[in-house]
């Protein structure tokens, strides 16, 4: 878990990352007029031995 929300965070244009083992979620907060795509952050996860089973965007 710590593994994958220091990963997360080290990404350009990210402000905050919450993550939830049990439910197997990671929610990722960006600064204002940042975006993350789908291929950076399934890399950035696979990166930290884990795969991502859904991607969506709020808002």
């Known amino acids: 878990m ?3 929300k ?4 080290r990404l ?3 402000d905050k990352v919450d993550v939830n083992f049990d439910k197997k979620l990671a929610s990722v907060s960006m600064k204002p ?6 291929d ?3 890399k950035a996860i696979a ?3 884990f795969t991502v089973a859904a991607f ?3 808002g």
């Open 33 to 38: 007029g940042k975006e993350l795509g789908k």
């Open 12 to 14: 350009d244009g990210v």
């Open 40 to 42: 950076t952050v399934e």
């Open 2 to 4: 710590k593994k994958v």
């Open 47 to 49: 990166d930290a031995g």
């Open 6 to 9: 220091e990963t997360l965070s």
């Open 56 to 58: 969506g965007k709020k």
